[in-house]
């Protein structure tokens, strides 16, 4: 493993900790940040966690974090953090929720975690040497074939103003695939593409700590990213595809 990917591992297995003993213990601390868009105590307590031990490791490196903000992004290196991806689902007792880290080197994603600490288990990659899970290495599924597609999405609940694109988007895609499944933590989705649970995603309305690390699973286990139109430009936009290789064209097309 190489020693970043290393360090990337014990922060979110950290970050997991915390989070499942605050699950544990109860009595959360919620607060508000817009509509729908919630934060706890244990979301910054997972963060400054994730932090500290990148710092201490890599004291010159940048980060992007949902909670802190941006600090030293012109950074050779930065790392973009969510502490917990599905802090809803979290809130609610719902388990499907997830820490994850993706690091970028002069903006090129180069190695990726994303941690479920409900089912403990450790999504991993690094550029060019594939991606595992539990140390076991997973690929996209072979599905040819759109219309026996299982696909992931996630609701615009931040981009209201884009509800009636995104409900157009859903009414085809349920007319045209197997199933559409929601469930409220994005990178953990993006996770499950990469290990075939999966045969694609979509979204509209990410922030990059929600694709960051998902979406380098996903190329390392030679799926596809990308925005609306199948470019290169989704962690700006925050609108994101992906997909098996063969399904990812026809998904695209869906979804226009």
Known sequence: MHPMLNIAVRAAR???????????AG????????????????????EQAIIEIVKK?????GFLAEESGAAATDAEYVWVIDPIDGTTNFIHGFPQYC??????????????VVYDPVANELFTASKGRGAFLNDRRIRVTPLARLGEALIGTGFPF???TRLELYMRQLGTMMKTCSGVRRAGAA???LA????GRLDGFWELGLSPWDMAGGALLIQEAGGLVG?????GGYLESGDIVAATPKIFPALLEALR
């Open 14 to 24: 950290k970050a997991g900790s915390i989070i499942n003993r605050a699950a544990l």
């Open 27 to 46: 009595g959360l601390n919620v607060r508000s940040k817009q509509a729908k868009d919630y934060v706890t105590q244990v979301d910054q307590a997972a």
């Open 57 to 61: 490791a890599y004291p010159e490196h």
């Open 99 to 112: 820490t994850s880290i993706g690091i970028q080197q002069r903006g090129v994603l180069t190695h990726a």
């Open 158 to 160: 931040k981009e209201v």
């Open 187 to 189: 990178a953990l989705d």
């Open 192 to 195: 499950y593409v990469a290990c």
């Open 227 to 231: 925005d609306l139109k199948g470019d």
